[in-house]
Structure formats: structure tokens, C-alpha cells
T-cell receptor, first 116, second 112 residues
Framework: KAGVTQTPRYLIKTRGQQVTLSCSPI?????VSWYQQTPGQGLQFLFE???????NKGNFPGRFSGRQFSNSRSEMNVSTLELGDSALYLC???????????????FGEGSRLTVL | AQSVTQLDSHVSVSEGTPVLLRCNYS??????LFWYVQHPNKGLQLLLK??????LVKGINGFEAEFKKSETSFHLTKPSAHMSDAAEYFC??????????FGAGTILRVKS
């Protein structure tokens, strides 16, 4: 069974640009969550989608957005990039909505974004 | 609000010796707790989970953790460290909505 696939794995952008990251969950998983990982702030929850609906949202500005498609694939977008957006963005999928219910998230290897 | 505190940012052990990674949690209700591991340049992998069943939880690769409500702790242990255990470990609590709250992480170094 294929794992969670994130693309691109690495990318470099400049301030003010926007970026779109993609996540393909494990087949059959309907929930996709996004996390931002930085050395200073650690792992922070961005949002969760289940059956194309946003179920949970973290404390990030509106520049961060996401969506989920009918095949459960998800994208997240960051507009007007800032230097502080440089991070590893991790996507995780699970069978049900919320890690509490299923007890397990399956993570991809992440997309490493560098903003210059 | 739920939170976890990992008491050590770095732990160093010799190969073959026991591992102890400490985690305290704060929760206003009976929590779901997890330990995840992240190897360099990799995503996170679930080691074990506690969801109000047995207080001693066994995970993969010989790791286990004990839920102690009186001490609000969920420490991760392994009897004998292996070089491949070198990684960053995260203690995690889930809120009622299923959002995971991660600890700051503990980097485990295993010396040969």
C-alpha cells in the first residue's frame, strides 16, 4: 500500500510569491491534516480536511489555506510568502476525522519550503 | 487546553543501555496520548498510543510507555538502545476535536 505522498519535496520561493503544496493520502483515507514544522516553533497544526470539508483549523493567518478534492487529495496554499514561512510542511492522513478517533496519523515526508 | 511538556530536549545514551524519554501532559479530561518518532529528513511515524485502555502500552521496535494519571506522565522507555533509535521523538496529546498537540521534541543520540 502506497504511503502518503507529498509534492514537491523541496522548493525555493521569494517573498511575496505564493506556493501550492500537494498531498496524496493513503488509499481509503478520507482525512488529511497539515502541519508546519520549524526549529523555533516545532510542529504546529494548520488544518484538517475530511470529505472535502475543513474540520479543524489552527492559529495561522488567512494567507494559509487549503482544500480537499473528491479523491481525498489535498492542497495547501500560502500566499504573499514571508521569510518566516520557511519550514517543513507535513501532511498526514487517517481513516476517520481526527487523530483521536483513529489513534494514528500517517505522515508524508514533507515539503521543505525556503523563502528568500 | 491540552498540552504536553517534554522534559529533555536532548538525551544521549550508549548502545545497549536503557532509554527514558520523559513527557508530562496537561488535560482537562481523560486524554489520548501518543509517541511519534521522526528520523532525519523523514515524516513522523507512530510508535505507540494510549486511549484509556491498558496503562502500559507497548509499541513498535521494543518501545513502551506507561500512563500515570497521578503524575500526569507518559514516559517512553526501551530496555536496550540500538543505533537505529537515534531520532527525534514527540509526545503528543489529542484534544476533543482530534487535533494533535505536539511536544517540543526530544532528540535521542545513541553512542556506540
Amino acid at each position: 500500500k502506497a504511503g502518503v505522498t507529498q509534492t514537491p519535496r523541496y522548493l525555493i520561493k521569494t517573498r511575496g510569491q505564493q506556493v501550492t503544496l500537494s498531498c496524496s493520502p493513503i488509499s481509503g483515507h478520507r482525512s488529511v491534516s497539515w502541519y508546519q514544522q520549524t526549529p523555533g516553533q516545532g510542529l504546529q497544526f494548520l488544518f484538517e480536511y475530511f470529505s472535502e470539508t475543513q474540520r479543524n483549523k489552527g492559529n495561522f493567518p488567512g494567507r494559509f489555506s487549503g482544500r480537499q478534492f473528491s479523491n481525498s487529495r489535498s492542497e495547501m496554499n500560502v500566499s504573499t510568502l514571508e521569510l518566516g514561512d520557511s519550514a517543513l510542511y507535513l501532511c498526514a492522513s487517517s481513516l476517520g476525522s481526527g487523530g483521536r478517533q483513529t489513534g494514528e496519523l500517517f505522515f508524508g515526508e514533507g515539503s521543505r519550503l525556503t523563502v528568500l | 487546553a491540552q498540552s504536553v511538556t517534554q522534559l529533555d530536549s536532548h538525551v544521549s545514551v550508549s548502545e545497549g543501555t536503557p532509554v527514558l524519554l520523559r513527557c508530562n501532559y496537561s488535560s482537562s479530561y481523560s486524554p489520548s496520548l501518543f509517541w511519534y518518532v521522526q528520523h532525519p529528513n523523514k515524516g513522523l511515524q507512530l510508535l505507540l498510543k494510549y486511549t484509556s485502555a491498558a496503562t502500559l502500552v507497548k509499541g513498535i521496535n521494543g518501545f513502551e510507555a506507561e500512563f500515570k494519571k497521578s503524575e500526569t506522565s507518559f514516559h517512553l522507555t526501551k530496555p536496550s538502545a540500538h543505533m537505529s533509535d537515534a531520532a527525534e521523538y514527540f509526545c503528543v496529546v489529542s484534544d476533543l476535536l482530534g487535533k494533535l498537540v505536539f511536544g517540543a521534541g526530544t532528540i535521542l543520540r545513541v553512542k556506540s
